[in-house]
């Protein structure tokens, strides 16, 4: 089953990155056969979108994002990047140009040891001209608010800043969209807050395409889809608001309803209906003061 | 604590010196490492000893760091110049009892030696302090180029880049010592006690969890850097480029009249070791 | 009774140089018997400073810590025996494992502790079946193991030492919800197995709440608060000067309250938050 319903429905927009059956399977030692960590996945991505992918630890998500700009190759079927084959090397550069990828760990991503320096790795290594790449990384430092830090060292910074920094490395090499990969795990609560927002003005702002991989309800239900993962493959895409009512699939993935949703099902359950589409706190006590207003 | 060491650190800043071109400051640095050894008489010493004060203070870099960065020596400076001094029976002798006697070449060879090693450290530190470690090795890299035409092309790249790399990791390696020492002695591993065999052996399990961790972070490095398109040196640009500025021909120039001082000094008057 | 008591507690990092950092001041606390306690604030609010004094491996610049009424820095011998008592697990204590076996690993903190082969085996096998590891996984090399197994691995290896007090810091951190939902599981299955005492440092308010009774609220290197769950997270104003925050749950019925509604505050769990909307519409004669 293809599971491009969504895609149908923003059509007149050309889709940025394309699985079609794709599948992935890590080689093991011995040769021996392993069960793929993706399997046959199809979906789209169109420009502009702002997408959560949702999974439990080994769904597959992180194998995902990975196969996005080419640092995985589909084993079998294809993706594709603004029409080019991710499996093509030769458009290997070409692709992560248009696709950058922020990764989990902030220390392990960082290359060099003063911020600037580092923001301008990706620009460098592209063979952009000195004075642009300046001003690319004076600007990709303003836009996540790190300007000011730009002569720190990066292992002084706090989490959510050292996140920021590597968002502004993608910036600077001026991709189309940008991929994260759990940016927030590692986070305490006020880096979560930091690199969130800045994520949403991305999006919002500069129109870049956002594809956040997590396992926070929370940061999920700020995207404009979410797609779910499950055992290497997708069970679910669709709005914040289609795939939290399947509650059944979201306990069977082992993840959970959203504190609004989880509140309105478990009331649900009690035979107090509140309206559908429920999914944060804010939501919750607008629609539970509302409901009393509408039965006193 | 290992955190405690300044050598090799960087301080950023805005002075004469952080502006220099590194290849430039690497050269410079190194012929001055030469003349402090040159310089053999107290005229000579004294011009040296000047220059140091003088290159500390055009570096804008607080007393405080400096001096920290002298203390590692202290115990050196102290150790060995007792041995010059108590040791060394060249020239007048100026006291003397039954354990030791003092000459003036004692006496001598010891300020030279103090002064020398305070200088060099001082000078040898101002290049780290002064220069982050990128440009550092971006100015070796630039520096050792022309050993490009003898094929070693992507080799300066590449040796350049392990060592930016290098230096960005040491302070994540050096914290994860600190926290991997803690959770294992907060199970009771007991480092301190033993003979060589077994505190050797109690090293493990600090030694192992470091060695796992640390492929685990050049992986993750590798592919974050993949990410972003790096592919070796080739087809590279920097952002910030290296060209001699007017600073740093009035800053070799300067170099120039220090060498030459300590060579004229150095023949004017007589050697005193 | 008090089991772990801190009499004016300071820590100074780098003491006597010009770069000292004054970590944690003053401290006073004790800590009962057979208690729950959380320990929130923000990052750099002294938590882990805090927390290492608790079995010696951070010796108070000035003051004194107590355990069983003993001061655990008035010998070697005395804080080494206060690292078994008091076991003391890390934030992401999975990058510690180094043994060959996840068995070996487990028995690192019994066989340090000098006990008999019979005994460590004894303890590892109890460890292991609370964390929920299975004879199977002991034997593989801790680095086959996955996210969540590793981490339980870690915590069976303090457990294993059988601690009078068990402090985790941020147990939970980077896990998805089900290894969150284990790992929290785990713990309230220690608790009520050994009556322990247990201490846990986490920014996540909704775990803090769910499990613990007390709270110590840490800023600027002080408590700022020391108190009953209840009476912290019904000062939601104040948690936010310090930076921090109610537990979501908490979070909405501060919002319905706003709204006009009558609502007890004083909820921090989906179960308990449940209950208090279904009495409340009760009583309002909305439901039945």
Redo the contacts between chains.
Sequence with gaps: MRMTDYDDKKSGKTPLIEFINASYSYDTEEGAETPPAVKDVNFSISRGEFVAILG???SGKSTVAKMTNAILHPTKGKVIVSGMDTSDEALEIRIRQLVGIVFQNPDNQIVSTIVEEDVAFGPENLGVPPAEIRQRVDEALKTVGMYEYRLHEPHRL?GGQKQRVAIAGVLAMKTDCIVLDEPT??L????RKEVISTIKRLNKELGITVVLVT?F??EAVLADRIIIMNDGRIVKDGTPQEVFSDVKTIRET???LP??A??AE??RN???NLKKGILT??D??EA??Q??VN?? | ?VR?ITIGQYFPGNSVLHNADPRLKLVLSFVAIIFIFVCNNFYSLALVALFSVVAVLSSKISL?IIL?GLRPMLILLIFTSALQLFYNKQGEVLFTSRYLTITTGGIYTTIFMVIRIICLVLVSSLLTYTTSPTQLTDGIERLLSPLKVFGLKNGVHTLAMMMTIALRFIPTLID?ID??T?????????LETGGIVKRAKAL??IF??LL??SFRHAFELSLAMSARCYNGGEGRTRMKQLKLQTRDYILMFSMLIFVGGVIALNIIFESVI | MSLLELKNVSYTY?SG???EITAIEDINLTIEKGSFVGIIG??GSGKSTLI?HF?A?LKPTTGQVLLNGKDINQSKQSA?EA??KV????QY?E????ETTVYRDIA??PT??GLSEDEIKERVREAAELVGLTDELLKKSP?EL???EKRRAAIA??IA?RPEVLVLDEPT???????RKKILGMISEFRKSTNSTVIIVS?SMEDVASLAEKIIVMNKGRIYKYADVHEIFTKSEELAAL?L?VP??T??FL??KE???DVNTDIYT?EQ??KE??RY?KR????W
């Design positions: 439990h630890n080994g706090s795990a590692m305490d609560p006020v880096g396992h309800m929370d082992g993840l959970e504190i609004g989880n509140l478990r009331l009690s035979g107090i706190a804010e919750f006590a539970f003061s409901f009393v039965n006193r | 604590m405690d405080k920290k994860e926290k991997i803690s959770a294992q002695k907060a199970r009771g591993a007991n493990l399990p192992i969890p796992v961790n | 780098s140089t010009p770069f923000h990052t290492q079995n491996l080494h690292r078994f076991g003391l697990c890390f204590p990058y510690q494992l180094f690192f903190g340090n502790m680095f996955s996210g969540g290896g303090i030492m951190a980077g896990l998805d919800p089900s290894g920014h930076g925050e979501p749950v979070s909405i919002k319905l709204k006009g509604l989906k938050a449940e909307l279904l519409l309002e004669g909305i439901a």
